[in-house]
């Protein structure tokens, strides 16, 4: 099992920034990519972000540019840097990681308004 511990969520205003972190432990040596992903209400969840255990990156087209993924491997820690944030970001931010399964935090809030 993993457990995921996300943190760095809140209200900021639009052209804001913010940094999330997720912090995975348990059985974690298989995981082989860590990720962000969003949702508002009525839609689909989608991809934000990504990163391998090799560094490799992809994002969602939406944020291209804005966000940057990383990944603090002695930390087991993978955050999300998001800059020029808009209105349309806002949304509950779920972390995830993936070995033979996919595991989920529990979300963190994100609200850009002014």
């Known amino acids: 099992q993993v457990q995921l511990v996300e943190s760095g969520g809140g209200l900021v205003q639009p052209g804001g920034s913010l940094r999330l972190a997720c912090t995975a432990s348990?059985?974690?040596?298989?995981?082989?990519?860590m990720g962000w992903h969003r949702q508002v209400p009525g839609k689909q969840r989608e991809l934000v972000a990504a990163i391998t255990s090799g560094g490799a990156t992809k994002y969602g087209g939406s944020v291209k540019g804005r966000f940057t993924i990383s990944r603090d491997g002695a930390k087991n820690t993978v955050y999300l840097q998001m800059n020029s944030l808009k209105p349309e970001d806002t949304a509950v931010y779920y972390c995830?990681?993936?070995?033979?399964?996919?595991?989920w935090g529990q979300g963190t809030q994100v609200t850009v308004s002014s």
């Open positions: 995830n990681a993936e070995d033979v399964r996919n595991y």
């Open positions: 348990g059985s974690i040596v298989r995981i082989y990519v």
